[in-house]
């Protein structure tokens, strides 16, 4: 017999996967969204800036329009992607009201299209304004997730004040989100050949092809970003080295796992050479069991930024190797075979 999921990890699509499809405008955004209702998940996170156009203060007329074509094909929304614009100008910070009326809209948007959280990047809210949130994610029972993701780690400086932070709450309405580009074994094949063809020296490819995890890696990496001979062309690929692509191990996890409620399977490309792809959500999937976890877990696609093939496709065989590596490595995590 197959391993089987727990019944309390819900899988998701994120409508992120479907960005060029929205973008390309050739089907409106709700008709792209209601779709993956159709033919992949039933339970889709948002990202509202693709959605509304007039985010970030959601009509209600956008709002209950999707919220309504969702209910007729079964569907529901898990998360919503907030925005926490902190600046009106280059030099003026809002205050922490202005920071406030600014997300106010989009958190009643969130609950008015059924959805059980928004989103937010780790720290950027900060201590005070989650404290000024918490009567009203309380009133509208949403949760709060603040995400961490790729190069970020729990224990790096910059993460580990706001996680601290978040624990202090003890609300069980402001919650962690783990993105897995966390656990990143070795690097998208795709996403190497797209750096072989812009011009990247053999010398650092070999280095990233083989050695990714290795800190004299990311060494290498930053010297040329410093040294300006970064091929043009894949500049901001290339970012994607210091900034989207992680090199942690899911154990590195197990410390916050009480605080997080939910899960980006961020996935670039199916090329599972090596386990690349599979091995983090087996050794994932372990460790949720361990520990219990109840939450989402949202299939996540970034590979679009350098890939032109259908996402729906992906994102369907995306949530089976998922749901399949997950399953392998939750009863192991139970000394049970299979």
């Known amino acids: 017999m ?57 009509q209600n007329d956008e709002v ?39 997300l106010v809209p989009q958190i009643h948007a969130a609950y008015r299209v059924g959805a059980r959280g928004v989103r937010l990047p780790i720290g950027q809210a900060g201590a005070e304004l989650l404290t000024r949130l918490q009567p009203l994610l309380h009133e509208l029972d949403l949760v709060l997730y603040e995400e961490i993701q790729g190069q970020q780690a729990p224990g790096s400086p910059a993460v580990q004040p706001a996680l601290e932070a978040i624990a202090a709450l003890g609300d069980d309405h402001v919650r962690v989100l783990v993105d897995i580009s966390m656990l990143m074994p070795a690097l998208p094949v795709t996403y190497l050949e797209e750096l072989r063809q812009g011009g990247v020296s053999t010398d650092l490819l070999a280095r990233l092809e083989n050695d990714w995890r290795n800190p004299a890696t990311f060494d290498a990496v930053t010297a040329l970003l410093r040294s300006g001979n970064v091929p043009p062309r894949i500049h901001t690929l290339f970012m994607n080295l210091l900034i989207r692509f992680g090199r942690s191990d899911a154990a590195d996890l197990q410390g916050i796992l009480p605080l997080v409620g939910a899960f980006h399977l961020k996935f670039w490309d199916l090329d599972d050479d090596g386990g690349r792809v599979s091995q983090p959500l087996r050794d994932l999937g372990g460790l949720l069991r361990r520990n219990g976890f109840s939450g989402t877990l949202t299939s996540e696609w970034g590979g679009h930024e350098w890939l032109q093939v259908d996402p729906t496709d992906m994102t369907r065989r995306h949530l089976a190797l998922a749901e399949a590596a997950l399953a392998q490595g939750a009863p192991a995590a139970l000394g049970v075979g299979g």
Do not use: H, Y
């Not at 960005?19 to 008709?31: G, N």
């Not at 999707?66 to 929304?77: I, M, P």
């Open 2 to 58: 197959a391993p089987e999921i727990p019944s309390d990890w819900t899988f998701c699509a994120s409508s992120f996967n479907w960005t060029p499809d929205i973008i390309a405008a050739r089907r409106s955004a709700q008709d792209i969204v209601t779709g993956i209702a159709d033919s992949v998940v039933k339970t889709v996170e948002l990202e509202p800036g693709l959605m509304w156009r007039s985010f970030p203060a959601p």
């Open 64 to 102: 209950d329009g999707l919220r309504d074509a969702l209910a007729a094909k079964g569907a529901s929304v898990s998360i919503v992607g907030a925005s926490l614009d902190d600046f009106t100008s280059p030099t003026d910070r809002r205050s922490l009201q202005e920071r406030l009326d600014f």
